[in-house]
């Protein structure tokens, strides 16, 4: 009898075993998110997204008016400080330290993605933005080596609001620099680099915690100026957390920015009529429709589908 019962505990102690080992590997705690480094040239139609960070507007002129990027056989540039902003909940977000990674490439000669560097981060969590800094970078023309001048105010450059959630095991943040459009030879011979990034996620992206939909009158787009106003909880006399007026020359989509999981109330007036009373202007107007709903208990974001008709 001691003898059967100790098989069986054996057995109860195997199965608990076995089932934690498959909750870490099902269900990781944390998922590596790798950063990759690429040669974006424009045209290439492979990166989305493009980040400029020059005010001079250089796209398509080099390759065609500019034969000294032609003569270009390399341009080596220096990436460092590569740092994240990561969320794992509605209004939650911070920085994380700085990885000091350093990473020489190839702009020109960069046939295939370059690794830079990997970091873990909470399953599920969402990355809202990105920042590194371009450090150094050496032109090579004709055979010959220039130094080229990385403005400091360009040389940092942040990423914000992409909440991209990561949801696997492991994804990939592609950073795409054109380099044909990032090289600037100033009047003087000197060289000038301009970084223009462009970046793509591969991985899941969610619209998390988002408020956002569509509104139809009477089954078409709206043609006349909307009021639309989220408020928290119930209560439309209360002051409203985000009010935007709907142009008639926009969709039908809105979006009512990201809020924490709660009760809100959305309401739309239309006949809108300005008022100035000679100190400030004040706005009247019908309300059309209102619908309450529980934003972020069982989704992460909510859309809604706005529909009234101007008979009822």
């Not at 493009?50 to 220096?78: C, F, M, T």
């Not at 370059?114 to 990355?127: C, Q, R, S, Y």
């Not at 060289?191 to 591969?202: D, G, H, I, Q, S």
Request: aromatic letters at 12%.
């Amino acid at each position: 009898m001691k003898k059967v019962f100790f098989v069986f505990v054996l057995s109860v102690i195997v199965l608990v075993l076995f089932s934690c080992s498959q909750l870490n590997l099902f269900e990781p705690r944390k998922s590596a998110v790798s950063v990759v480094l690429s040669s974006g040239v424009d045209g290439d139609g492979d990166t989305v997204k493009p980040q400029e960070y020059s005010s001079v507007n250089l796209q398509g002129i080099y390759r065609e008016q500019a034969p000294w990027v032609k003569d270009i056989q390399h341009l080596y540039v220096k990436v460092s400080k590569f740092s994240y902003k990561y969320s794992t909940g509605p209004g939650a977000g911070k920085w994380a330290t700085p990885t000091i990674v350093e990473k020489e490439v190839d702009l020109v000669n960069l046939t295939d993605e370059a690794t830079w560097l990997t970091f873990d981060i909470p399953n599920g969590a969402v990355i809202v933005a990105l920042a590194f800094e371009v450090t150094q970078a050496t032109v090579t023309i004709n055979g010959s080596n220039y130094p080229v001048t990385i403005p400091p105010e360009k040389a940092k450059i942040v990423i914000p609001n992409l909440n991209w959630q990561v949801k696997n095991e492991d994804a990939q943040i592609v950073l795409a620099l054109d380099w044909t459009r990032s090289i600037v030879k100033e009047r003087d011979g000197t060289y000038r680099l301009v970084p223009r990034v462009a970046y793509r996620w591969r991985g899941e992206l969610k619209k998390l915690w988002a408020i956002y939909g569509d509104i139809m009158i009477n089954g078409a787009t709206p043609t006349v100026p909307l009021l639309i106003g989220l408020f928290e909880g119930t209560d439309t006399s209360a002051t409203p957390t985000v009010l935007k007026l709907r142009k008639p020359r926009e969709d039908a989509n809105f979006w009512l920015g990201k809020h924490p999981a709660g009760t809100y109330t959305v309401v739309v007036w239309d006949n809108v009529t300005w008022y100035w009373d000679g100190d400030r202007y004040s706005i009247e107007g019908r309300k059309a429709t209102e619908t309450t709903f529980e934003h972020g208990k069982t989704t992460a974001n909510t859309e809604l589908h706005l529909r009234y008709s101007t008979s009822e």
